[in-house]
């Protein structure tokens, strides 16, 4: 127990000097461009906090990306990088809207069916790479991008013909019962667009924690992504788990797609990739592939997200220095195995003095 509790409290720490270093280079990157960045980072982490409503639109921010973080976690912990997560949350929310506006039913029983549909959809085109790779060991990184692009052409293509809007670039808007968001919910954050997703966000993040640690699929899933031939050794169906896991991301990434179009947005606008997929490998990689540590990445993220308009609002400091510190901040995560062999360093010496 004493060694679990070690190794948490060294993912923390590094987690929070990954965090840090961002945070440094984006202060190097303001001070370089002739701006206070002590005003910047006043104003950006005001723009996501320093109201009832801008702490809602940071939560409201953040639940896409902790299901798509969720989504690429599940396939690192297979060995698997699924990069599919944007076409996934694409399936996943057109479905969806697809069910908000041809289903006339109670509130209740439409967003059930609407979740339903989005995570079987988002399940179903995460299990065609997960079946490639299984059966015919394609791999993942080509086939999720290859799909991501095929759900991006399906859906530029139906929009329009069966569910055209106002314009020839979106879907028409969902009806009020097909809306995640609440009078109630909004009105406890002074109107923001906060919504039922995050209680959703939260459900997945328990389930996926229950998954991983307290089930034996779990177990299977974990130890098909330390070692597959080790696993199927041990007589673990690494195929079934490789699929498994692929349906498990897609589901939740479609999952997230119906959070984003039904709770954030209003509508679906084609041409558009939602960047949340992409965004969701460095919510994993920060979060270290645990569902906590995407929750709290996903937070941040949303923080940064919600805060820098107002940043550049405020100051003349341009929105895309808050992005450049999201990239640091990602390049930083992906080395993080720099940052434990220095700690480890420190704490040999350390233990070598006394």
């Not at 993942?140 to 692009?149: A, F, G, K, R």
Request: proline letters at 3%.
């Amino acid at each position: 127990m004493t060694k679990i509790n070690c190794q948490s409290q060294k993912e923390a720490l590094i987690l929070l000097m990954t965090i840090l270093l961002g945070l440094l280079a984006g202060a190097v990157f303001m001070f370089l461009a002739g701006h206070d960045p002590v005003t910047g980072y006043e104003f950006l982490f005001r723009g996501g906090l320093m109201s009832l409503e801008r702490v809602g639109n940071t939560i409201a921010t953040a639940v896409p990306l902790i299901f798509t973080g969720l989504s690429v976690a599940f396939g690192f912990k297979t060995g698997l990088f699924n990069i599919g997560a944007a076409g996934q949350m694409l399936i996943g929310g057109f479905c969806a809207i697809a069910v908000g506006l041809t289903v006339d039913i109670p509130k209740p029983l439409l967003l059930t069916a609407m979740v339903l549909t989005a995570m079987v959809c988002g399940g179903l085109w995460g299990a065609i790479p997960g079946w490639f790779k299984a059966r015919f060991n394609v791999h993942e990184v080509v086939s999720t991008i290859m799909l991501n692009w095929i759900a991006y052409w399906l859906v530029y293509y139906l929009v329009p013909a069966y569910f055209k809007g106002s314009f020839e670039t979106e879907s028409r808007n969902i009806p009020v019962a097909a809306s995640l968001r609440t009078d109630w919910l909004s009105q406890l954050f002074d109107g923001s667009y906060i919504n039922l997703g995050i209680f959703l966000a939260i459900a997945a993040v328990l389930l996926s924690v229950f998954i991983l640690q307290r089930t034996t699929l779990g177990f299977e899933l974990k130890a098909v992504g330390f070692n597959r031939y080790a696993a199927e050794y041990a007589g673990i169906n690494a195929g079934r788990s490789i699929i498994l896991s692929m349906v498990i991301a897609g589901a939740l990434a479609g999952l997230g797609g119906m959070t984003l179009y039904c709770g954030y947005a209003t509508n679906l606008q084609i041409g558009i990739l939602p960047s949340q997929g992409i965004d969701g490998i460095a919510v994993a990689l920060l979060g270290a592939n645990s569902p906590w540590g995407v929750l709290g990445a996903a937070l941040f993220f949303g923080l940064l997200y919600s805060g820098k308009g107002f940043m550049n609002a405020m100051t003349s400091i341009p929105p895309e220095i808050a992005d450049t510190i999201i990239a640091t901040i990602i390049y930083f995560a992906a080395t993080s195995v720099l940052i434990e062999k220095g700690i480890d360093k420190l704490l040999n010496r350390q233990k070598g003095g006394a």
